[in-house]
């Protein structure tokens, strides 16, 4: 081992939830990022929210009666606990699909050192940007991370001067191209072993 390096994450913007390439329509957290409005208040988590997040893991599709039933409430108490958790971003169901699979095949890493007084200005313009997967504030010498997904090479080359390369406040910008993914959101890829 030659070198660690280690940030801690301070902020968690936007998530693969928020990722909708072929979405005319920005998801609501990214939008809210995007237009600078603060994330909704914090929630308390109970173990009702806990199981119902569980069966929904499991079965992302399930009912709200079939949800109430399981979890042996009422199908309105399922039903508000549900939207409740939703609105909160909380929870969020989304499709997990293979980045190449939607013709998006080449990911990469970036970290930014971004001026602090530049930062949230940096953050609403990133938010915009559909290519960005993954978008969390860190510690450390960069102070912004994301990962981003392309069609091409030219792709990201084109992401890199336009967006990278255009932010106010950017000091330094380090990008690296992914080459394999064992591991998205929790999820093994497929093929990983």
Same mark, same amino acid.
């Given at each position: 081992?030659?070198?660690?390096?280690?940030?801690?994450?301070?902020?968690?913007?936007?998530?693969?939830?928020?990722?909708?390439?072929?979405?005319?329509?920005?998801?609501?957290?990214?939008?809210?990022?995007?237009?600078?409005? $603060?994330?909704? %208040?914090?929630?308390?988590?109970?173990?009702?929210? @806990?199981? *119902?997040?569980?069966? =929904? /893991?499991?079965? !992302? #599709?399930?009912?709200?009666?079939?949800?109430?039933?399981?979890?042996?409430?009422?199908?309105?108490?399922?039903?508000?606990?549900?939207?409740?958790?939703?609105?909160?971003?909380?929870?969020?169901?989304?499709?997990?699909?293979?980045?190449?699979?939607?013709?998006? $095949?080449?990911? %990469?890493?970036?970290?930014?050192?971004?001026?602090? @007084?530049? *930062?949230?200005?940096? =953050? /609403?313009?990133? !938010? #915009?940007?559909?290519?960005?997967?993954?978008?969390?504030?860190?510690?450390?010498?960069?102070?912004?991370?994301?990962?981003?997904?392309?069609?091409?090479?030219?792709?990201?080359?084109?992401?890199?001067?336009?967006?990278?390369?255009?932010?106010?406040?950017?000091?330094?910008?380090?990008?690296?191209?992914?080459?394999?993914?064992?591991? @998205?959101?929790?999820?093994?890829?497929?093929?990983?072993?």
């Amino acid at each position: 081992m030659v070198d660690i390096h280690s940030s801690v994450v301070l902020r968690l913007l936007l998530t693969a939830s928020d990722w909708a390439p072929y979405d005319d329509e920005p998801t609501p957290v990214r939008r809210r990022l995007a237009e600078g409005q $603060p994330p909704p %208040a914090p929630i308390t988590v109970d173990e009702l929210d @806990r199981r *119902l997040v569980r069966l =929904l /893991r499991d079965d !992302a #599709r399930m009912s709200t009666t079939r949800l109430a039933r399981e979890l042996r409430v009422g199908e309105t108490t399922a039903r508000r606990r549900l939207t409740r958790l939703m609105s909160s971003h909380v929870l969020h169901l989304r499709l997990a699909a293979e980045p190449g699979v939607l013709g998006y $095949p080449l990911e %990469a890493r970036f970290r930014l050192a971004v001026a602090h @007084r530049h *930062l949230d200005a940096a =953050l /609403r313009r990133l !938010a #915009r940007e559909p290519a960005i997967r993954l978008l969390v504030v860190t510690t450390g010498d960069s102070n912004v991370l994301g990962y981003s997904s392309h069609r091409s090479l030219a792709d990201l080359d084109e992401f890199t001067h336009r967006v990278l390369a255009g932010l106010d406040g950017a000091g330094r910008a380090e990008t690296a191209v992914l080459l394999r993914t064992y591991k @998205r959101a929790w999820v093994p890829t497929p093929g990983a072993r």
